[in-house]
C-alpha cells in the first residue's frame, strides 16, 4: 500500500499548478498561470481551447489538443494496476496523431525530436514524451498571452452607463407632496442633531480606514507580503508591487552604497519606465503624472528612458504605484481574506473528483503539503537536471549529506534510466536480465548491509525481487516513481543553494559540508566510546 501511496503522491505533482523552485526549463508567472488553466479546462468550459480553435492557426489547435490527450497518458502510469497493453496504444496513438511524419495534427516536433521517441516507444514509458511537452508548452505559451492581452483590452473597453428610471402618474405626485410636507416639519427638530451624527460618521469611517493594515504594514510581514503577492499574479497586476519593492531597496543604497544605487537606477529604469509598463495603458499614474516625470527626468521620452534617473524621479514614480496599491488592490486583497476558505472551496469544486481524492489520500499520509505540489513543467525541469551528468552528481552529493540512503536514490534513478535505455536498443534478453540482477543486487537485495540500500517501502522491494520476471519492462516503475517523487521535495533547497554561489565554488562548498558532516560523526563516535 505504501508503494502505492507514493504513485499517488506523485501523481498530485502532476495535477497541480503551483510552482516552488525556478524551472531550469520554464521560467516567469505565465507558464505557470496557463498550466493552471489547462488543468482546469475540462471544469472551466475549454475557453483557452476554443480561443486557439478560433485563432485559425492550426499549430495552436493541435498543440492544445496534443496537451489533453497527453494528460490521459500519463494517468496509465499512476493506476494502481498498470496496464501495458493500454500505454503501448496510447502512445502509438498519440506518435501517430501528433508526432509521425504524416501525422493528421502535427505540433511542429524537431525531427531529431522526433526520431528519439521513435526510437523509444517500445516499451513506453512515462517520460516518452518529454521532449514533446516541452515543446507544445513553448508554443502555446504565445497563444495564452495574446489571450490574456485581448481579455485585458476588452476588459478596458467595457463603459459603464448609469440609467435611472421614474415612474409618473397622478398618485406618485399626490405621495410625493405629502412627503415633502412631513419632511419639512422633521428638518426642524433635527438640524441640531446633524452636525454630532455627521461627526460620529466621519469618526466611524477614519476607525474603518486605520483599522486594516497599510502597505508598509504588510512589508514588515513577510507572510502577508507573500499572500499579497499571490493575489497580486492572480490578478496579474504584480508589476505594481514588484516596482515598489525595488524602490524601495534603491532608497536604501542611496545612503550606503552610490554605486549600486546608480546600477539599481538603471535596473529600475529599464523594467518598469517604458511602454509596457509606466507609459503604457496600465500606468499607475495619470496622463498629467507621466508628463512630470518626463519632465524632471530631463525632457522627452527618449531622453527619460536611457539617461540615469535621480532619486527624485524614482519617489515621484514610487508615490504614483503605492497610491494605486493602497487604493485599489490592498482594499480588494483585505476583503478577499475574509472568504478565502469559501473561495477555495470553490476552486476545489472545479477540479476532477479523482483529483481531490488523490490529493487527500496523500496529505493523509503526510506526502504533501501546499508547499511541496508543482506543475509539469517543474516535473519536466527535475527530470532533465537529472539526466545531466554534472547537475546531477551536484544534486548526488547535496542530497548525501541529508542522508546516505538519498544520495543512492539518485544513483538508482540513473541506473533506471539506463536500464530503461537498453530495452529501447532491443539487445538480447540475457543482456537486460543482467542490468535487471544487477540493479537489485546493488540497490535492493544488497549483500553489503543494509540489503535494502535505497528509500522505498520493504514491501515493494519484495515484490521486485519475488515477481522480477513477471512485471516485464516495467519493473522498477514503482520504485523509481517512489525515488523521484522523495528527492523532488529537495530540489527546490538546492535551487537556492546553487543560485547563491558561483559554479566553481559549489562543488568546494559541497565537500567542506561533508568534511563537517564527518568530523561531527567521528566525534560523536568517539565520545560514545569513551562513555562505554
Known sequence: MKACYSLLYNYVLFVQGKSVASSVVFRGSGIESMLQSLYLENRAGYYFTQFCEKSGNKLWKNCVYFWFDLQAYHQLFYQETLQPFQI??????????YIAPSASMDTGLHQNKKNMIYHKIDPAFEDLFDPAEEHILTVLLEPWMKMVEEDKYAYRKVELVEETQQLDSVYFRELQALHQVSSSKKDESTVADTGALKEDQHLHQASKELAGPSLSDLIHDKEKLEQFQAFLDKHSASMDLMCWLDIEEFRKMLQKDEEKSDEKSKDIKTKYLNNEYFFGPNSPATREQQEEVLMHSGGGRRQSLHDQLSATVLLQVQQCVQKRLEKQW????????????????????????????????????????????????????FRKALLDPETANLFQRFVALKGDLLGNGVLFWQEVQKYKDLC???????????KITAIIDCFINSAIPPALQIDIPPELAKKIVEHRKELGPYIFREAQMSIFALLFKFWPEFCKFQNNLESDKILASLEKKKEKETQKMEGITICHVNWE
Open 88 to 97: 503501448c496504444q496510447q502512445a502509438q496513438f498519440l506518435y501517430a496523431t
Open 330 to 381: 490592498l482594499p480588494l486583497f483585505l476583503a478577499d481574506e475574509h472568504h478565502g476558505a469559501e473561495e477555495e472551496a470553490k476552486v476545489n469544486c472545479y477540479k476532477p473528483c479523482s483529483n481531490w481524492l488523490l490529493q487527500k489520500v496523500a496529505k493523509k499520509l503526510g506526502h504533501v503539503d501546499n508547499k511541496s505540489v508543482s506543475s509539469s513543467s517543474e516535473i519536466l525541469a
Open 424 to 434: 529501447h536498443s532491443h539487445c538480447a534478453d540475457a543482456i537486460v536480465q543482467k
